[in-house]
């Protein structure tokens, strides 16, 4: 004689509700993992460069449209953002206002005050509406030796 074992209402519900929320979970899990996936290797906009050099008074950034690119302006980005790490680890953030545009290809972006020699990563954003995007990244080796341009350490970015 076999005892078939009919479980309740409330475990089975339990377990209905366990299950969904594990699969909601995995999926938001593959989403989000997709999502960091996809920003870290999408190629950036390989038309602009941009460079690092450093003065007695300031850390400066330029970015440009490659001289072989498509004419494109500056204003294409919308509004744009630099975000300078220094050295130290620290995070600098430059605005639309504190960028000066030199010409419809090129942006230059100033750090006042005398700078710290070290590797420094600068990342270029343009926006569309409420959203940024990365347009370029470098990452540069800096020395208060006058020379223009430092030591590229990334020879990927553009």
Same mark, same amino acid.
């Given at each position: 004689m076999?005892?078939?074992?009919?479980?309740s209402?409330?475990?089975?519900?339990?377990?209905?509700?366990?299950?969904?929320?594990?699969f909601?979970?995995?999926?938001? +899990?593959?989403?989000?993992?997709?999502k960091?996936l996809? =920003?870290?290797?999408?190629?950036?906009?390989?038309?602009?460069?941009?460079?690092?050099?450093?003065?007695?008074?300031?850390?400066?950034f330029? +970015?440009?449209?490659r001289?072989?690119?498509?004419? !494109?302006?500056i204003?294409?980005?919308?509004r744009?953002?630099? !975000?300078?790490?220094?050295p130290d680890?620290v +995070?600098?953030?430059?605005?639309?206002?504190e960028?000066?545009?030199?010409?419809?290809?090129?942006? !230059?972006a100033?750090?006042?005050?005398?700078g710290?020699?070290?590797? =420094?990563?600068?990342?270029?954003?343009?926006?569309?509406?409420?959203?940024? =995007?990365? !347009?370029?990244?470098g +990452?540069f080796?800096?020395?208060?030796?006058?020379?223009?341009?430092?030591?590229?350490?990334d020879?990927?970015?553009?």
């Amino acid at each position: 004689m076999q005892v078939t074992v009919v479980p309740s209402w409330p475990r089975v519900f339990a377990a209905g509700l366990i299950g969904g929320a594990g699969f909601y979970l995995l999926f938001f +899990l593959v989403a989000w993992f997709w999502k960091l996936l996809r =920003y870290r290797l999408e190629r950036r906009d390989e038309d602009w460069t941009n460079t690092a050099s450093m003065t007695d008074d300031a850390v400066v950034f330029v +970015l440009e449209r490659r001289p072989e690119a498509p004419s !494109v302006s500056i204003g294409d980005h919308g509004r744009m953002e630099v !975000v300078v790490k220094a050295p130290d680890g620290v +995070l600098r953030t430059l605005g639309a206002e504190e960028l000066q545009p030199m010409a419809d290809r090129t942006v !230059v972006a100033r750090i006042q005050g005398p700078g710290q020699s070290g590797d =420094y990563e600068v990342r270029w954003y343009g926006s569309r509406r409420k959203w940024y =995007y990365e !347009v370029t990244r470098g +990452l540069f080796r800096l020395a208060p030796d006058g020379r223009a341009g430092g030591d590229r350490l990334d020879k990927r970015a553009g």
